[in-house]
């Protein structure tokens, strides 16, 4: 089955700095990868997401990469915010199996 | 507005007890989930349903039972067989297709912890 690996755990940055979150995975078979934000005591909302035919997808300061051959993405967050603290959960999903990674805290500075 | 309903927020169970936690979802979506967070990790599926009246065991279905009467409900019990029922429990829904192959909508959850 699928198995994802998220680094870092935590993340501390300065307002303004950007943030990079890499998630590894491990079946080839998987075509969509989500990234979901959580504050604290709600529910995960996704943020964005990319499908394997795609290998870059930007919306705003939020970006995805995706290297398909080395079984990675990334979250990149770029002119950080403090409302952007929360952790960050990455996902990957293929025949019919979805698998979370196990979160990344992001602080950011003032 | 259209969104996923988590009830209660906090809940609380006593040894030997059963308890059901309340998923609803206006969404029109034909898929829904459940999920457990524990500190630190990620989120474990316990259960789907990809249409009413079937459902499906996910990783940790395990002392966990679930129903789909309807489209629009999916609730989950909690029963005395799950030891270690303490978690942050998560339920989901998305328009369909394979297990987590559409963007999925949250609910804020409910935390169950044991008296």
């Known amino acids: 089955g699928e198995n994802v690996e998220q680094h870092p755990s935590t993340l501390s940055v300065q307002e303004g700095d950007s943030a990079v979150i890499k998630c590894t995975y491990s079946?080839?078979?998987?075509?969509?990868f989500p990234w979901y934000k959580q504050e604290l005591g709600k529910g995960p909302q996704l943020i964005i997401d990319?499908?394997?035919?795609?290998g870059e997808k930007k919306d705003q300061r939020i970006a995805v990469t995706l290297n398909k051959t080395a079984k990675h993405f990334s979250l990149h967050i770029t002119e950080t915010q403090p409302e952007d603290s929360a952790v960050y959960f990455c996902a990957a999903s293929g025949n019919n199996d979805m698998r979370f990674g196990a979160g990344t805290r992001l602080t950011v500075k003032p | 507005d259209g969104g996923i309903t988590q009830s209660p927020k906090y809940l609380f169970r006593k040894e030997g007890q059963n308890v059901t936690l309340s998923c609803e979802q206006n969404l029109n979506h034909d898929a829904m989930y459940w999920y457990r967070q524990d500190p630190g990790q990620g989120l474990r599926l316990i259960y789907y349903?990809?249409?009413?009246?079937?459902?499906q065991k996910g990783d940790i279905a395990e002392g966990y039972s679930v129903s789909r009467e309807k489209k629009e409900s999916f609730p989950l019990t909690v029963t005395s067989a799950q030891k270690n029922p303490t978690a942050f429990y998560l339920c989901a829904s998305s328009i369909g297709g394979g297990v987590g192959s559409q963007p999925q909508h949250f609910g804020d959850g409910t935390r169950l912890s044991i008296l």
């Open positions: 349903s990809q249409i009413v009246n079937d459902f």
């Open positions: 990319i499908r394997s035919n795609v």
């Open positions: 079946d080839s078979a998987s075509n969509y």
